[in-house]
């Protein structure tokens, strides 16, 4: 089996224009703020990763158009000198900046043959319509454009070989997005240096996807394809990896993801708490309430905040059945305002962390929503202890921050 990690010739903005390309992940914008956003910028790389922003409103982001003019956009970028190709597979150092939060990850190529094997491990399900969609763009640009992103096992050893690079070099690029998120980046290519984070690498027992379930499943789809129509073509082919950027565990972010229902199925405020007190104790607060530690929850509610928190012959052992997100699902969404499937329901909705409370706050005290949750991020542990036992975590349970870029490396398949 090829090794988990691998070097790649990676794709990248040519020298002073980085800040003109990178652009935030494709699936964290619709096409209406993707236009928005690359009005006026023709390098920016939502043409490639939102090609629909260049054909007409209105069209379907999974016509066949759209992948067509998303590869005739990436062909034009590398035509014209905007993104070049480093001469012999690379890997390289990335810096995500947040206010005060910092992580430094490695941008690598991640097996194919690992993530089949469940060896970079997997934590929800994913939908074929989206996978179809990666996999369409993946086949037409024949390149892999958004990273995924990994967690690993926090090594010290791995901690200092990329403070080492970080010290000693100056960086590519060092760039601040219109978000105010800072993006750094240093090449390794020393090739000492690549075989010991290779080696390293190596020795974990396992990757964790954090955040790109359909970008590795479709990686994985394409990969088979492939294999299949070139059987003699070996482990080394590029579409035998995919691009990833990994980060060790005690330094990625996961904010809350927060829950507002339209409704409160038929109970009124007083015989809705009532219920909600057989299961949980409930405090009434003064102001906002953020949730301080795990199976504890703020309910905004008839415009004042209440805390509950789960009684505790109520928290299971199971890894899955013990997440804050499980917890309030199984004992107040279902049993009590009858939401069953929350990827199906349109009664209910999610919001980031990134929103903050008064979001929830907004969304009640419009009218549009009858009751907020607001959740205590899940743990990076927790997601882990998950994968490990080959469950998958409930939907909207993780909210990564801060996110990569698109068009910072790209990973070419021929």
């Not at 005060?100 to 094997?117: F, I, K, N, P, R």
């Not at 970080?166 to 105010?180: F, N």
Request: glycine share 8%; proline share 7%; charged share 25%.
């Amino acid at each position: 089996m090829p090794t988990l990690i691998k070097p790649l010739r990676g794709l990248r903005p040519a020298a002073g224009r980085a800040a003109d390309i990178i652009a935030p992940p494709y699936d964290v914008l619709n096409s209406a703020e993707a236009r928005q956003r690359a009005a006026g910028k023709p390098a920016s790389f939502l043409h490639v990763s939102k090609a629909e922003i260049d054909l007409p409103e209105g069209i379907d982001v999974h016509d066949p158009q759209v992948y067509a003019r998303a590869a005739e956009n990436f062909r034009a970028m590398v035509a014209d000198g905007l993104l070049v190709r480093d001469p012999t597979p690379c890997y390289y150092v990335y810096r995500l900046r947040m206010g005060d939060h910092v992580q430094t990850g490695l941008v690598c190529a991640g097996s194919v043959a690992a993530y089949d094997a469940n060896r970079i491990r997997k934590h929800e399900y994913t939908r074929p319509d989206k996978e179809d969609d990666r996999v369409c763009q993946i086949t037409a640009l024949h390149a892999q454009t958004g990273p995924v992103l990994l967690a690993y096992r926090a090594s010290t050893a791995v901690r200092d070989i990329l403070a080492a690079v970080t010290a000693g070099k100056a960086p590519l690029y060092e760039v601040t997005a219109d978000d105010g998120i800072g993006h750094v980046l240093w090449l390794v290519d020393d090739a000492a240096t690549i075989g010991r984070l290779t080696g390293l690498f190596e020795a974990m027992d396992a990757l964790y996807i954090a955040d790109g379930h359909h970008r590795s499943a479709a990686a994985s789809r394409v990969a088979a394809g492939l294999r299949a129509a070139d059987p003699a073509a070996g482990n080394d082919a590029p579409y035998e990896h995919f691009l990833c950027v990994a980060f060790p565990h005690d330094e990625m972010k996961i904010l809350d993801y927060n829950r507002v229902v339209r409704d409160l199925n038929g109970h009124g405020t007083e015989s809705f708490l009532a219920a909600i007190g057989k299961r949980f104790e409930i405090e009434p607060s003064a102001g906002r309430l953020r949730p301080a530690r795990p199976a504890e929850f703020g309910m905004y509610l008839g415009g004042r905040w209440h805390r509950l928190r789960i009684r505790r012959e109520l928290v299971p052992a199971d890894p899955v059945a013990s997440l804050d997100v499980s917890l309030l699902q199984d004992n107040l969404l279902a049993p009590l305002l009858g939401i069953t499937d929350p990827r199906t329901d349109r009664r209910i909705d999610f919001v980031g962390g990134m929103r903050g409370l008064g979001e929830l706050e907004k969304r009640v005290g419009s009218g549009e929503m009858a009751v907020a949750f607001a959740l205590y991020p899940t743990s990076m542990s927790a997601l882990m202890a998950v994968a490990d036992a080959n469950q998958v975590m409930p939907p909207k349970s993780t909210w990564f921050e801060p996110k990569l870029a698109d068009g910072l490396v790209s990973h070419g398949l021929d």
